[in-house]
Nanobody, 121 residues
Framework: QVQLVESGGGLVQAGGSLRLSCAASGRTVSRNTMAWFRQAPGKEREFVATITWSGGSTDYAASVKGRFTISRDYAKNTVLLQMNSLKPEDTAVYYC??????????????WGQGTQVTVSS
């Protein structure tokens, strides 16, 4: 079993930055690919970014590439999402997930409870 707890969400003006953190615990958590997804009101959950357990491979949605950076802190069992140049369309609940590498939500077996990110114009 893997437990994931997100933090770092909040309200920010367009053009600003936020850093989300996902603390992971549980058996073999360090062997999982980690990812961030987001879900805006009335929309389906969408892929944001993912990173392999070794950190050697990453993938980003086109809408965030060049603005967001995913990374892992192995000492703290944490995955981070640095979000820069935020736009109002980035407003959503952001979820951390653990599973297999890819963009489909079905690849991920474990999910956090989500953290709200609101970007004002």
């Amino acid at each position: 079993q893997v437990q994931l707890v997100e933090s770092g969400g909040g309200l920010v003006q367009a053009g600003g930055s936020l850093r989300l953190s996902c603390a992971a615990s549980g058996r073999t958590v360090s062997r999982n690919t980690m990812a961030w997804f987001r879900q805006a009101p009335g929309k389906e959950r969408e892929f944001v970014a993912t990173i392999t357990w070794s950190g050697g491979s990453t993938d980003y949605a086109a809408s965030v590439k060049g603005r967001f950076t995913i990374s892992r802190d192995y000492a703290k069992n944490t995955v981070l999402l640095q979000m820069n140049s935020l736009k109002p369309e980035d407003t959503a609940v952001y979820y951390c997930a653990a599973g297999r590498f890819g963009r489909l939500p079905s690849l991920y077996d474990y999910w956090g409870q989500g953290t709200q990110v609101t970007v004002s114009s």
